[in-house]
Nanobody
Framework: QVQLVESGGDLVQAGGSLRLSCTAS????????MGWYRQAPGKQRELVAV???????NYADSVKGRFTISRDNAKNTVYLQMNSLKPEDTALYYC???????????????WGRGTQVTVSS
């Protein structure tokens, strides 16, 4: 089974920065997309940023220009650099990885448990 280990969430003041990381492991043959989603209390989970194996990235309008997604394919790791944080960025941030398992076991789509980001005003 694919496992994701997330880290980097913290309490930070508005205007500050954080860097989230997520490392995937467990019988992976290929990773296609790696992304970050977030869910604030009382709201639906939403896309923050996603990175494809082809090098394309996509961001939510609310984070464009402030957040940057990057990945280290050799380490099966995706990062989210978050700058100029705002109180409305407060949420539980989830990592999502989609790819193919080795040994012909087919595709996988795995979510992390989440890492809490809290931005104080």
């Amino acid at each position: 089974q694919v496992q994701l280990v997330e880290s980097g969430g913290d309490l930070v003041q508005a205007g500050g920065s954080l860097r989230l990381s997520c490392t995937a492991s467990g019988g992976i043959f290929r990773i296609d997309t790696m992304g970050w989603y977030r869910q604030a209390p009382g709201k639906q989970r939403e896309l923050v940023a996603v990175s494809t194996s082809g090098g394309n990235t996509n961001y939510a309008d609310s984070v464009k220009g402030r957040f940057t997604i990057s990945r280290d394919n050799a380490k099966n790791t995706v990062y989210l650099q978050m700058n100029s944080l705002k109180p409305e960025d407060t949420a539980l941030y989830y990592c999502n990885v989609v790819g193919t398992l080795g040994m012909y076991r087919g595709p996988f789509n795995t979510w992390g448990r989440g890492t809490q980001v809290t931005v104080s005003s």
